[in-house]
Structures are given as structure tokens and as C-alpha cells.
């Protein structure tokens, strides 16, 4: 069973920058696609960024392109969310999922079983 830890989250001023790590144990995280989404108050679960295993294939939703970097070490058995020039509307609970590689690449929050618990970004002056 994948077990899931986000890390990185934090207050920020717009702007600024942060660094989001998923980390994974208890199995090899190179055999996942991995994903960062992020649920708002009120608002739904959004995928974010997804990439494949092998880092071939990334995803990014229109409103983080050009601002949000995905990347994995899977020698450390870790993902990364690189969020710079962050805005207020960036503000939510992030979390990081991960599905079996050989299931379609899909950046859903449906079509992902293994969740973290979730880490806090807040984007305000």
C-alpha cells in the first residue's frame, strides 16, 4: 500500500515561492504516476500537476502553466511541486496521490486512490 506524506506548505506572500515534497513509502514510487491537487473552501478537488513514472509525460492545469514545476527523484522516493509567482487565488489544501503506471495517464482526482494527508498553502499580504 503506497503511504503518502506532503510536506513544504506554509504562508507566502504573493509572489513568493514554495516547495512541495511527497514522499512515499512502503513501496517504489517509480512504478506511479504521481499528482499534486488542491482543494479550496468550497470549491472541488483540482488536479494540479500530474507526471508519469518515467517523468516522460507532465500535466499542468492552465492556471498554473509557466508558474508550477513537477519533478520526482525516485531514488529518494520523492515528488516535487515547485510553486513560484504565487497568487492569492493559489490559496487551498494541496495534496499529493499516486495510481499505478500502467492505468492511463489522467490528472483526475477520481482516478487516483493513495492520498496524503494534505499540506496548507496560503498566499496572502
Known amino acids: 500500500q503506497v503511504q503518502l506524506v506532503e510536506s513544504g506548505g506554509g504562508l507566502v506572500q504573493p509572489g513568493g515561492s514554495l516547495r512541495l515534497s511527497c514522499a512515499a513509502s512502503g513501496v517504489t514510487l517509480d512504478y506511479y504516476t504521481v499528482g499534486w491537487f488542491r482543494q479550496a473552501p468550497g470549491k472541488e478537488r483540482e488536479g494540479v500537476s500530474c507526471?508519469?513514472?518515467?517523468?516522460?509525460?507532465?500535466y499542468y492545469t492552465d492556471s498554473v502553466k509557466g508558474r508550477f514545476t513537477i519533478s520526482r527523484d525516485n531514488a529518494k522516493n520523492t515528488v516535487y511541486l515547485q510553486m513560484n509567482s504565487l497568487k492569492p487565488e493559489d490559496t487551498a489544501l494541496y495534496y499529493c496521490a499516486a495510481r499505478h503506471w500502467t492505468a492511463p495517464f489522467v490528472c483526475s482526482p477520481a482516478f487516483f486512490g493513495s492520498w496524503g494527508q494534505g499540506t496548507q498553502v496560503t498566499v496572502s499580504s
Open positions: 507526471i508519469s513514472r518515467n517523468s516522460g509525460s507532465t
